[in-house]
């Protein structure tokens, strides 16, 4: 049986690909990662040094042995409603990182559990670390724009006169999103302005700022099994969109991209070193006609932002692989 492992919204290209599964005539389970807690019971039972574990989802009962393959897209801890009536700010949040803790522990043995299966994105390797990919991109021959990680304003002044006053702040890690009065705000990548870098103090927090590089349009990659599936998009006048693309997306042209073979071998060296069987990749393409690496999400959307506009059928071509691995591992 093939698991997949997604988050309980804001993942519509799950349910495409199990749609895709079950119509090719497989069976699938899918798993919210934040039902651990919750709705998904699991039983572990050591006895000796046998351990024995379940889980029932649905009423039915499973065991690791029920499932040939799994598909990690995304997961999330569940908070109850009921710490909300916690007053003490302090004490919520405490309280909060007490059940992540918990279910973290559970969810990671869990996992474990699971070690010897065939993956498909791997959970330790879901939240990559920026400056090592980048590192590894320069290394397998991508370009990358130039970089720099400080906490010193000095620095900071001397980059970006370097780079003529033309450079964007952006974070290390993942993007984080915020609900402030029925509103929605998330983290994006920001031209610095003269004023934003006087204004910055002595010494601050580590920041990671990079050359802001000129484009003629980006590019968006999904790679999965070496080969690669890219969409050309080309920004509105909006001033904020030429930084983050997705701001606006769905109001981008976009365009179905052949990169260059060379490219597309050092991308595949680059998951490979990663050890990443899928992912989705950013790229700029300059008015010079170079390739500049920025990113790779092992979990990144996909569905509209490359398979739709493409017309690649990716949740099929996912379907088509775990079937085929599911297979593969039953064989043995």
Not at 48 to 65: I, R, W
Not at 71 to 79: H, I, V
Not at 218 to 237: D, M, P, T, W
Not at 300 to 312: A, D, I, K, L, T
Request: proline content about 4%; charged content about 25%; overall charge negative.
């Amino acid at each position: 049986m093939i698991a997949v492992i997604s988050n309980e919204s804001g993942e519509p290209s799950t349910s495409d690909v199990i749609n895709w599964i079950s119509y090719l005539g497989h069976d699938s389970l899918l798993l919210y990662g934040e039902d651990f807690g919750r709705h998904f019971n699991v039983n572990i039972a050591f006895l000796g040094k046998n351990e024995l574990a379940s889980f029932e989802l649905h009423g039915k009962v499973y065991t690791p042995d029920d499932i040939s393959i799994i598909w990690y897209r995304r997961d999330r801890t569940y908070f109850p409603e009921s710490l909300n009536d916690i007053s003490n700010d302090t004490n919520r949040e405490k309280v909060k990182r007490l059940v992540f803790n918990e279910v973290n522990v559970l969810r990671s043995h869990f996992y474990a559990l699971l070690k010897d299966k065939k993956w498909l994105s791997d959970p330790k390797k879901s939240l990559v670390n920026k400056l090592d990919v980048l590192k590894e991109a320069a290394s397998v021959g991508l370009k990358i724009p130039e970089t720099l990680v400080t906490t010193s304003k000095s620095s900071l002044i001397d980059f970006f006169q370097r780079h003529n006053k033309n450079v964007i702040i952006k974070p290390m890690s993942e993007t984080l999103f915020y609900a402030i009065n029925d509103r929605q705000y998330s983290l994006a990548t920001h031209l610095l302005t003269d004023l934003e870098v006087e204004s910055m103090p002595e010494t601050f927090f580590p920041c990671l700022v990079q050359e802001c590089v000129v484009n003629s349009f980006e590019i968006r990659v999904f790679y999965l099994e070496g080969k690669c599936y890219s969409i050309a998009v080309f920004h509105n006048q909006n001033i904020d969109q030429q930084f983050d693309n997705r701001i606006g997306y769905l109001d981008h042209h976009k365009s179905c991209y052949q990169l260059p073979k060379h490219i597309e071998t050092s991308i595949d060296m680059l998951l490979k070193n990663l050890q990443m069987e899928t992912g989705s990749l950013d790229f700029i393409r300059t008015p010079e006609g170079e390739f500049v690496f920025l990113e790779v999400n092992p979990v990144g959307q996909f569905s509209g932002m490359v398979s739709y506009p493409g017309n690649y059928y990716l949740e099929k071509k996912i379907a088509q692989y775990l079937i085929r691995k599911s297979n593969e591992e039953k064989s043995i």
